[in-house]
């Protein structure tokens, strides 16, 4: 199986997310858990969450950037469901090897991105919380699929967007013989 | 005004925050948000946090670094809080000039902030995220107050970073005519 965990506040200023997780959600062996939708009030069931992600073969974060991370509930997330003795450290090997794909929309131009920019750093520098965070666990990182401005690109360009997604999903499936849900 | 935003998720693990906390907590026109306490149940009223804000002529986020960022409470914060029109963006100017103290804590080591320690970068690199997030709302980036492997020091220790917090605040208070509360 392979999970995506979803992590949008504003579904109805979800555009970009909803066209990425309607290009992958029809796959065989994809399980999406949108944490907006099953924890609106922030109590996350983490015993469910870590059930989920112990039958995954691969693990998706998708979630549009705020403020240079991830959204408030996927950072609670983070916090309440990778804990030791099961994500890290002594006995907590739960996640070790297992691919992570991290799916980001952000509203900032690449170009933004830089030194000079009004971001001032390269997006990568930023991708460095979430990043690390997965590999603390053990998990293998893999590039990132990283949609920039995605508030204001068309429906054709998102849509290319989705197929790249679904390609890599539908590789990572093949790869890891990921299981039929 | 300085108002310091407190926002530790576990009180009773905050040996380190609390020290902190009561190290500067008795200084006229210094005044807390304790986040945790204030919203348990993660109703942040964005309101009353800009009210405080907008009456304040320092601002300082203290919190312990949780998975290379701040606690997720706080990033909702910073989403609910900082608006544009208000923090940013036309019309928002409202922290425009406004100094800003990270005063953070970590579990690791100063050394485990390494291209070739456990946390595969040096800390100045996660910092960026917050770091930006308070010059994007144009606030005067101060130089941060971090306490590494905070859990493994000494009271002695953690009073002695206490002192180094209440100086900080004492010549804030004294540079920026810091009304008082």
Not at 40 to 63: C, G, N, T
Not at 76 to 91: D, I, K, S
């Amino acid at each position: 199986m392979i999970t995506v965990v979803l992590a949008h506040p504003y579904p109805d200023r979800s555009r970009a997310n909803r066209l990425l997780a309607r290009a992958v959600d029809d796959l065989p062996g994809v399980a999406f858990r949108s944490l907006y939708d099953l924890y609106p009030d922030f109590a996350i069931d983490a015993d469910a969450e870590r059930a989920a992600l112990a039958a995954s073969e691969v693990v998706v974060w998708q979630h549009p950037v705020l403020w240079y991370t991830a959204p408030a509930l996927q950072k609670l997330w983070f916090e309440q469901v990778l804990t030791p003795g099961w994500a890290y450290g002594p006995g907590g090997d739960a996640l070790r090897g297992k691919p992570c794909l991290w799916v980001a929309t952000t509203g900032g131009d690449g170009g933004d991105y830089a030194t000079d920019g009004v971001h001032g750093h390269l997006f990568d520098v930023f991708a460095g919380v979430v990043r690390q965070t997965a590999r603390f666990c053990g998990m293998q990182w893999l590039d990132p699929l990283v949609v920039h401005a995605a508030n204001r690109l068309g429906d054709e360009a998102l849509r290319a967007w989705g197929e790249r997604y679904r390609t890599r999903l539908v590789a990572l499936g093949a790869l890891g013989e990921v299981g039929h849900a």
